[in-house]
């Protein structure tokens, strides 16, 4: 079955520390995003990505990095610089960037990763 | 700026008792409103898309309907495995899905 695998499910991280989360997947999908989520707040954009070794900022990039090397694959990188990093992360996919009308899907959710800050 | 306000933050129903989650939204140019179930620790589920005011799907006891300012998730006679986070979210002229903050749902038998 296609779906999208994050990985790992729980990660620790020490302060100081930059730690990577990982995001693939096998729908063929061109368009991945990444999300924070946090207790009482809707899903924030952190990153997105169109096509391959492209990406945009979304709306809370300080402190994260991303790469877009291969179409199945886009990992998150939570760096030192992130200074409140405890969350759970949500990676996505879609057909595409642009949403063609008429079309009855909707992104593509992973199962998560939840990081905390030890 | 787009936005989405979900209501209420939480309901609490008795197994069978039907009821209405409301989303209210302002987004400039509305290419469509979505919406997720999210069960504890896992990612969002996608439900539904509506394009247009007057739209409206349905899906086992779930329906959802859309006017120019909100949309609502009608669930008709619910069972305990409906409980979850409803999430509702909109797609305008950004490129950018907006969330709300969802609706915590528990249904007891």
């Known amino acids: 079955d296609g779906g999208i695998t994050q990985s790992p499910k729980y990660l620790f991280r020490k302060e100081g520390q930059n730690v990577t989360l990982s995001c693939e997947q096998n729908l063929n999908h061109d368009a991945m995003y990444w999300y924070r989520q946090d207790p009482g707040q809707g899903l924030r954009l952190i990153y997105y990505?169109?096509?391959?070794?492209?990406?945009q900022k979304g709306d809370i990039a300080e402190g994260y990095s991303v790469s877009r090397e291969k179409k199945e694959s886009f990992p998150l990188t939570v760096t030192s610089a992130q200074k409140n990093p405890t969350a759970f992360y949500l990676c996505?996919?879609?057909?595409?960037?642009?949403?063609?009308?008429?079309?009855?899907?909707?992104?593509?959710f992973g199962s998560g990763t939840r990081l905390t800050v030890v | 700026e787009d936005q989405v306000t979900q209501s209420p933050e939480a309901l609490r129903l008795q197994e069978g008792e039907s009821s209405s989650l409301n989303c209210s939204y302002t987004?400039?140019?509305?290419?469509?409103l979505f919406w997720y179930r999210q069960d504890p620790g896992k990612g969002p589920e996608f439900l539904f898309t509506?394009?247009?005011a007057g739209e409206e799907k349905e899906k086992e006891r779930l329906k959802a309907t859309l006017t120019k300012k909100e949309s609502f998730l009608h669930i008709t006679a619910p069972k305990p495995e409906d409980s979850a986070t409803y999430l509702c979210?909109?797609?305008?002229?950004?490129?950018?899905?907006?969330f709300g903050t969802g609706t915590r749902l528990q249904v007891f038998p």
């Open positions: 987004v400039s140019g509305l290419r469509g």
């Open positions: 996505a996919s879609s057909i595409d960037l642009f949403w063609d009308r008429g079309r009855d899907y909707g992104y593509t």
């Open positions: 990505s169109q096509i391959v070794n492209d990406f």
């Open positions: 509506l394009y247009s």
């Open positions: 979210a909109v797609l305008g002229n950004t490129d950018k899905l907006i």
